[in-house]
């Protein structure tokens, strides 16, 4: 199983509109995709966030990098594209790549 982990910082002031998008739109459009089986989101307790600001993960599994990679290819940039021009300079994201063993 592929892990594909995103996490986002996102500013204090944008909080509940972010996390009101994100369980909305842009992960019900990334598991649209089909290249995905679930999906989890976690908010950061530990260590505590830059002072106002929240940070969440998002986790998409799927079951080989085939799928992944096909995601990134077709699907990826328009929905990064859509998120970064909704909340501008009000977040940072990092991805990582993980394998469940």
């Known amino acids: 199983m592929i892990i594909y982990s995103v996490t986002v910082s ?3 002031d944008i909080r509940e509109e972010w996390l009101s998008w994100m369980q ?3 992960i019900p459009e990334v598991m649209a995709s089909g290249y995905f089986k679930e999906n989890h ?3 950061l307790l530990e260590p505590e ?3 106002g600001t929240f940070t969440f993960n998002i986790q998409y599994l799927c079951e ?3 799928d992944y990679h096909l995601y990134m290819q077709n699907e990826a940039k328009v929905l990064q594209e859509i ?3 909704k909340f501008s300079d009000k977040f ?3 991805r990582t790549l993980l394998k469940r063993l």
């Open 41 to 43: 989101i976690q908010e």
């Open 24 to 26: 909305e739109f842009h």
């Open 10 to 12: 996102v500013e204090a």
């Open 64 to 66: 080989s990098m085939e």
């Open 49 to 51: 966030p830059q002072k």
């Open 92 to 94: 940072v994201a990092f």
């Open 83 to 85: 998120h970064t021009q």
